[in-house]
């Protein structure tokens, strides 16, 4: 059977990784196929660099645009990342009817409209599995297993670096600089950590999470993002001590008349007996709720060179039997077009921490306030007494924005000291 060519764009840390699996798996590769895999060439910014995989030294050029357009090429994987030159050779490579893989999840959370309608146009595959949690199997459930029921929410952890430092904030007490070293240091976070703990990380994975499950075109601007800088030490202590966790979540959920959805991206404080509770360390976990199937999870790495690899792997046996049996993966799903409501209409609940004057009237003037914006309260207490004195709050189900008006009627208020913490809660409802 005649080989079926393929083009690598990156021979970094999971580039490095494709080869190796290609090496060693070649004969099985075949099998599962029906035709054998040739590696045609691999792109890189320096031809003399030392890489973590031996690759024969006739393969490695610096011109990626030639490399993906060459008229032998069949498949094109693309694991460099970022928006240019990505985009452009993407699109290049699918207007020449090559079918891509690849992992760049800013790529497909900024415009992935362009990478979609180019597959159309050159009649070519664009499969993506390995762009959101790494090696955990869970964009083609929602692409094609779930494709026959509603999708009503997807919720779960999506970034290793944060959930690492997050875990290491609650295990240990450590403070949020210490546990990012460590991380670090380890290699889970990168020298400048901005999009992971800023959020930006997450939120381009939330987009093609929402996209994906609502048949919607999504993009990473329409993702409501908070990320973990704020969270300190005495935050983590006091959910823990109350029987929660924070964790940064992705959520995605339609909304309950069907015509639109929220998809965000923030800490959220969560009852330590949810199964999200016990994700560990740089591991990702995401539930996805249908509403025939129920509630689903799927849990596993969701980052690192072998696991990434792991999924464009599984990507490159779909698109090559596609290629060998004429056919198409499923096109872009865009039907439903349905609109990203704002977060002020999320309705969201929330734990808040006041640092209050210890006097009589108190906790009537702030009821009395959290009533004005229809907010309700599910819990109270206080703790301390004089200049420790403390209200915590857990309020029921409202809209962000009257959750927001709440705090910033409490921030005008004589009794009210601080507002020593305001963390939304999920998962307990």
Do not use: W
């Not at 999708?151 to 999506?158: H, T, Y």
């Not at 006097?359 to 819990?379: N, Y």
Request: aromatic residues 4%; charged residues 25%; hydrophobic residues 45%.
């Amino acid at each position: 059977m005649k080989p079926l060519k393929v083009a690598l764009l990156g021979c970094g840390v999971v580039g490095s990784q494709v080869i190796r699996l290609m090496h060693e798996q070649a004969a099985d590769l075949a099998a599962r196929i029906g035709a054998p895999l040739e590696l045609a060439g691999v792109a890189v910014r320096r031809l003399g660099r030392k890489r973590d995989v031996e690759v024969d030294p006739s393969l490695l050029t610096t011109d990626a645009e030639a490399l993906v357009t060459r008229d032998d090429v069949d498949i094109v994987i693309e694991v460099i990342g970022g928006i240019e030159p990505a985009r452009t050779l993407i699109v290049a490579a699918l207007s020449k009817g090559k079918s891509v893989v690849t992992a760049n999840k800013a790529l497909l959370a900024e415009d992935g409209g362009t990478l979609h309608e180019a597959a159309r146009q050159g009649n070519g595959d664009l499969y993506f599995e390995a762009s959101v949690a790494g090696a955990i199997p869970l964009l083609r459930p929602l692409r094609e297993s779930l494709a026959g029921d509603h999708v009503k929410r997807v919720l779960g952890i999506v970034n290793g670096t944060t959930n690492y430092i997050l875990d290491k904030m609650d295990t240990t007490g450590a403070s949020f600089t210490d546990a990012l070293e460590e991380a670090q240091t380890l290699g889970y976070a990168e020298a400048d950590p901005t999009a992971d703990v800023e959020g930006f990380d997450a939120a381009a994975k939330a987009a093609i999470l929402a996209g994906l499950a609502f048949h919607s075109r999504v993009t990473a601007a329409e993702v409501h993002r908070e990320g973990i800088t704020d969270i300190t030490a005495t935050d983590v202590a006091s959910a823990k001590a109350m029987g929660y966790v924070i964790k940064l979540l992705a959520i995605c959920a339609r909304s309950d008349d069907g015509r639109s959805f929220g998809v965000r991206v923030h800490p959220a404080m969560i009852p330590r007996s949810h199964p999200l509770a016990g994700v560990r360390e740089a591991y990702n976990a995401v539930f996805v709720e249908a509403e025939s199937a129920g509630q689903l999870m799927f849990y596993g790495k969701g980052a690192g060179g072998a696991p990434t690899a792991s999924a464009v792997l599984g990507d490159l046996v779909a698109v090559a039997r596609n290629r060998l049996a004429g056919t198409r993966g499923p096109e872009e799903s865009t039907y439903a077009d349905l609109v990203a409501h704002p977060m002020g209409d999320t309705v969201t609940r929330c734990h808040v921490a006041l640092d209050v004057a210890d006097k009589p009237g108190v906790l009537a003037r702030v009821a009395e306030l959290f009533a004005k914006h229809d907010v309700s309260i599910q819990t109270v207490r206080q703790e301390g007494h004089g200049d420790d004195a403390q209200l915590v709050i857990v309020t029921h189900r409202a809209t962000d924005a009257a959750l927001s008006a709440t705090m910033e009627g409490l921030r005008e208020l004589d009794i009210v000291r601080a507002v020593a913490g305001v963390m939304r809660v999920e998962g307990d409802d």
